[in-house]
Every structure is written in C-alpha cells, then in structure tokens.
Nanobody, 120 residues
Framework: QVHVVESGGGLVQAGGSLRLSCAAS????????VGWFRQVPGMEREAVAG????????YYIGSVKGRFTISRNNAENMVYLQMNSLEPEDTAVYYC?????????????WGQGTQVTVSS
C-alpha cells in the first residue's frame, strides 16, 4: 500500500469551493485506483469518490454527485477532488487512499487527512 499526503482543506462558507490534493509518498499510485474518503468524529469513515487507474471510470456517493469531481494526473502522481457548492454537511476530515476499488474502505495505513469545514 502506498503512503499518501492530503492537502487543500480549509474553512469555507456554504456554497463555496475547495480543491483537495492527494500525493503519493515514497511510491506511486499511477497504476491503481484511488479513493477519497471522509470522516466526522464519532462516525465511520465513508468513501466519497473514487477513480480508476486510467481515470476513465469514477464513482461518487449520492450526496456529492454533481458537486464533487475526482480527477488524476498520473504523470505527476496526483489525484484531486474538486468540491463545489459545499454544504455544512460536507464538514469532515478528508483522506485519500490506494489501491482503491468500489467497496474498499479498509486500509492498514491512513494519512493525516485534511480538514474541511463548511460554515452556514
């Protein structure tokens, strides 16, 4: 499992946008799927979006469809999550991880995550 570093979180008003970045550390994830997850204190971590190795296939949970866009740049070993029309319910710590496939949420290693706070 590759180690990852998340960045790009912050405080934003409802309706605003943020772009999260996920970088591979000490390895590469250009040949595997990558997922974005989020966790609210006291709740289980949930998968938010995922992208296939080639980038041709993407996955989103229902609550973010049409607002979030996952993308990747394999040449730079980066995966992004563009979040638009943010809602207070999107407030959470966001994590990325790999290798990802639909339904996979258990990993031995998690990065530090990046905090996203959406104010109403």
């Amino acid at each position: 499992q590759v180690h990852v570093v998340e960045s790009g979180g912050g405080l934003v008003q409802a309706g605003g946008s943020l772009r999260l970045s996920c970088a591979a550390s000490g390895g590469t994830f250009s040949n595997v799927g990558v997922g974005w997850f989020r966790q609210v204190p006291g709740m289980e971590r949930e998968a938010v979006a995922g992208i296939s190795r080639s980038g041709d296939n993407t996955y989103y949970i229902g609550s973010v469809k049409g607002r979030f866009t996952i993308s990747r740049n394999n040449a730079e070993n980066m995966v992004y999550l563009q979040m638009n029309s943010l809602e207070p319910e999107d407030t959470a710590v966001y994590y990325c991880n790999a290798p990802w496939r639909p339904g996979k949420t258990r990993y031995d290693y998690w990065g530090q995550g990046t905090q996203v706070t959406v104010s109403s």
